[in-house]
């Protein structure tokens, strides 16, 4: 067999594997890469993970759920959707991830995401196995109404493979809180249980936690706060440019304001806004959130100093740092260089996976500092956690109270991936130690629980 570039003999042939078992899931191979690409030092320190064939059961979903979505949109006329949940990994708790409902979603998105997601998990430190679900449903121009039908009939096949110590999903690309108000109220239609743990990014009235809404993006903040600390810095007079305009961007947006920074620039699908007096979150919010509008909207509501375009890159407006928050695959190679150039010296990925290969290998070569999703957006899920543990006891806390918690567990990811890549010898590799870290815990308890 053909070895691949940077994975050792053995690592390249399991690799092998999944590219002949997984054809054409381009995203799925991609993350496989990636984790392997960091783990030749822990097998060569730890012969126990090779032995026990962990690596290969790694690659495997536990389980991959496939069902058809039927559903009569406001005309009068039935639809079909594919719906998908794939439980990747319980070595560590229930499943855990979130639902995507966007157009491009297919099985290696979800694939990708789960296997993710199942790293990040472990990361936290909390007691969550890895999974990812969604489907190809478009929300956009759809009436509430619509996305209500549509949200029940793809609970009225999920509710069977979930519970709150089965597998936990939440929100990721267009599903927030509309949407999992909507799932919840099925399930518990279907089940006759109010079981608050089900899903987590609930109403805050109804089980929800404090912050949850908040927790990916102002997490991606913190944990790019603890980089800067690591260096003597602070977000005290940082440019940021933060890619999207949802969920995670918003309140990363929102945390790096509080912090001292600027955001000068955001975006969304069709283009991206430059105001250099800094982005005007109650604008944003008003357009994104309240309205479900476009960011071109931003330019006519704020006036003169802002440029709206459709084909320019976000990724070429100047900054010290950047939070791509927006999707897989966003900023690549050429993206990378033109913001090294313009004196980028921070990438924190909000985002799952949003910098390509190449853009992390240039990243990374030029001494920048790179912070992989998998640690830098994990205060989104980790705070599902804490909703989870409200839940389980029937109690929920203040915000300043889940904000504290949240703040201590990203420095904890923080310094757990430095720390790590300190040990393997790859000082300031936080990529490397983020799947080293991730990677351990996880076979740790796969060897443990045995061959299953
Ligand atoms: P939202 O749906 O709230 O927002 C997504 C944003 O990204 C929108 O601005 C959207 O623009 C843009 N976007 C989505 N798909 C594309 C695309 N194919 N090309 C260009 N722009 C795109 O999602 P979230 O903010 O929740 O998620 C953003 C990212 O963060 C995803 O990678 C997600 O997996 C990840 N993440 C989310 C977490 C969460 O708790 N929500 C937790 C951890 C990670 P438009 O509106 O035009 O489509
Ligand atoms: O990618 C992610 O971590 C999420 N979409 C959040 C998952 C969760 O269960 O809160």
Known sequence: MVE???LDEKLSDIYQEVLAR?????????????????????????TKYGDEAVLRRLCEPERQIIFRVSWVDDAGTVQINRGFRVEFNSALGPYKGGLRFHPSVYLGIVKFLGFEQTFKNALTGMPIGGAKGGSDFE??????????????????????HIGEHTDVPAGDI???????????GQYKRITNRYESGVLTGKGLTWGGSQVRTEATGY??????NEILKSRGESFDG?????????????????????????????????????DENGIDLEVLKDIKLRRRGRISEYASLRGGTVI??????????????????????????RDAKALLTNGCRIVAEGANMPCTPEAVEVLTESGAVFAPGKA????????????????????????????????????????????????????GNYSLGANIAGFTRVADAMIAQGVI
């Open 139 to 160: 929300p956009k121009g759809r009436s509430d109404a619509e996305v209500m039908r549509f949200c029940q009939a793809f609970m009225t096949e999920l509710y069977r």
């Open 238 to 274: 940082q440019r940021v440019v933060v890619s999207g305009s949802g969920n995670v961007a918003i309140y990363a947006i929102e945390k790096v304001h509080q912090l001292g920074g600027t955001v000068v620039a955001c975006s969304d699908s069709s283009g991206c806004v430059v």
């Open 219 to 224: 997490g991606t903040v913190y944990f790019t």
């Open 22 to 46: 997984n054809p054409g899931e381009m995203e799925f191979h991609q993350a496989i890469h990636e984790v392997f690409e960091s783990l030749g030092p822990v097998l060569a320190k730890h």
């Open 174 to 184: 267009g599903v927030a809180g509309r949407e999992l108000g909507y799932l919840f």
């Open 376 to 427: 830098a957006n994990a205060g989104g899920v980790a705070t599902s956690a804490l909703e989870m543990q409200q839940n389980a006891s029937r109690d929920s806390w203040t915000f300043e109270h889940t904000e504290s918690r949240l703040v201590e567990i990203m420095r904890g990811i923080h310094d757990s991936c430095l720390e790590t890549a300190e040990e393997y010898g790859a000082p």
């Open 308 to 333: 709206s375009t459709s084909n320019g890159s976000i990724w070429d407006v100047p900054c010290d740092i950047a939070l791509p928050s927006a999707t897989q695959n966003e900023l690549n190679g």
């Open 4 to 6: 691949m570039p940077g």
